[in-house]
């Protein structure tokens, strides 16, 4: 048992040197924050654009992948055929910005109600967390807000930007709070 609670102090430690890190993070969020509900319009597009940029970046080095690899011959046609494919849908994506921001809000939802339930069983699961209460809240924030933008897929892709800024800028204080306590810890 001492063992254990002397490598949660050095792990601990560890993250605290690297309280920086962890500022940085909250500083950059809390910007994005700022940015998307100034402009969250111009916003939406960028991330239209940049999703099929990154999708087809992957599909080339996908598909390069599939001719570099050592492997089989079916590896290699299934690295080839993802390539194509990411390649494909890239390609769409830039070409039909509604409906990336359409998907892209579905996927956030999901992902925003996936998240919600993992730090809402960690508050849960974790009964000596210093700031369990504000990590279960922010759990089912997260929860309500993925499964109001799934339940209402109609909601205005507006509407989307400005809960993504908040959203944002409320992770980012939290991020900078926490790197603040490590700094102090």
């Given at each position: ?152 897929p109609g909601l205005s892709l507006l509407t989307l930007a400005i809960l993504l ?21």
């Open positions: 048992m001492a063992r254990r609670r002397g490598d949660a102090a050095d792990m601990m430690a560890t993250v605290g040197r690297h309280w920086g890190w962890i500022l940085s993070f909250g500083v950059i969020t809390l910007l994005t924050g700022v940015v998307v509900l100034i402009w969250p319009g111009r916003t939406l597009v960028v991330v239209a654009v940049l999703f099929g940029i990154q999708l087809i970046v992957t599909g080339i080095f996908r598909f390069g992948a599939a001719f570099a690899a050592d492997e089989s011959g079916g590896t290699r046609i299934l690295y080839a055929l993802l390539g194509v494919f990411s390649l494909i849908i890239g390609l769409y994506a830039l070409r039909h910005v509604l409906i990336t921001l359409l998907a892209l809000g579905l996927l956030l939802g999901i992902f925003w109600v996936v998240s919600g339930v993992i730090e809402l069983f960690n508050a849960i699961q974790h009964k000596t967390m210093g700031s369990r209460a504000w990590t279960a809240l922010m759990g089912v924030l997260s929860i309500v807000a993925g499964l109001v933008l799934l339940a209402y800024s908040v959203w944002l800028l409320v992770l980012g204080l939290m991020e900078v709070t926490l790197a603040l306590r490590l700094r102090s810890a």
